[in-house]
């Protein structure tokens, strides 16, 4: 079991964990708490766009970045700030699993555009076959903030054509692609034939697993437990910069976090939500 620090590509401070028996190894930025890659049994669970911008201020494009204090479009830019914002590294372990935490305190410049005095704490996991990841959230102000907060997962799939999703059966979803109408999953097994754009809200009752390709299970906690799926399709995967048309049908995001409300947190307490992935074979 290890944790190494280098250097990706040129100044951008990374971590690999590694297990004991070097069968599985998750590589993280300090730049956005960003996982880039998760391996296990040879096998390389992310996506990780070949087209992706490595530059202050720039989301990556794959891999785990860190949606919050505020999904989607809003005030804010876009999926806010935490995955644009330099972390620290703090406590790391070694003796069981092997984990790191990294936290991230509100500055001068995260005041000016969300004047709340926060402080987070993302806790990486590594097992053997799966993966956990669990983001705390002091308010550290004297007054309640409000925010949404995402897990944005890039999976890596042989084709979207032919991938399939189950465990939302019944599950109600807001339909970014249809005018975000509120429908309801009548299908067993989500398939995708074209951009899909969804957030199922789930409320904290679905205690199914999410499986994709049924070989992947993640699951959220009971505070994190709204799904996003999305692919953009051919024609908005080839105008954007940072995918390209080669790469619309290389990955699916299935995105666990708490986003069909805003968390209200209270001064000085803590919200916690997590997720875990797992291979199962
Ligand atoms: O390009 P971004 O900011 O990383 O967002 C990618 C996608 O992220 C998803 O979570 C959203 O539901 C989509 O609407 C959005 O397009």
């Known amino acids: 079991m290890s944790i190494t620090e280098f250097e990706y590509k040129t100044g951008f401070p990374a971590l690999r964990l590694t297990n004991s028996n070097g069968s599985a190894s998750v590589e993280i930025l300090l730049y956005g708490a960003h996982v880039l890659s998760w391996t296990t049994n040879n096998k390389q669970i992310l996506f990780l766009s070949d087209k992706a ?17 505020q999904f989607g479009p809003g005030p804010l830019p876009q999926h806010g700030f935490a995955r644009v914002k330099t972390w620290r590294l703090g ?12 936290h991230l305190l509100h500055d001068e410049d995260t005041l000016k555009i969300w004047p709340h005095k926060f402080n987070l704490t993302l806790t990486i ?9 669990e983001l705390t959230v002091h308010n550290e102000d004297n007054h309640t903030f409000e925010f949404t907060s995402l ?23 807001t339909d970014k692609v249809d005018g975000s109408k509120t429908k309801t999953e009548t299908n067993k097994t989500l398939e995708f034939t074209s951009e899909t754009d ?26 994190t437990s709204d799904i996003v799926v999305w692919n953009p399709w051919q024609e908005k995967a080839k105008g954007s ?21 805003s968390v209200k947190l209270d001064k000085d307490q803590l919200w916690k939500g997590s997720h875990e992935i797992t291979l199962l074979k």
């Open 91 to 102: 406590k790391t372990n070694t003796n069981d699993d092997v984990s790191v935490e990294l």
């Open 241 to 261: 910069v940072d995918i390209g048309e080669h790469n619309f049908s290389k990955f699916v995001c299935v995105e666990v976090g708490h986003v069909h409300d």
């Open 53 to 69: 911008i490595f530059a202050p201020g720039k989301a990556i494009r794959g891999g785990i970045p860190i949606v919050w204090p």
């Open 125 to 133: 996991r590594l097992k053997e076959k799966s993966f956990y990841q």
């Open 198 to 223: 969804r957030v199922y809200n789930d409320g904290g009752k679905n205690a199914n697993p999410i499986l994709i390709n049924d070989c992947i299970q993640v699951i959220g906690s009971g505070t």
């Open 151 to 173: 897990f944005h997962t890039y999976f890596t799939v042989d084709d979207i054509k032919t991938t399939t999703i189950s465990g939302l059966n019944n599950v109600t979803y």
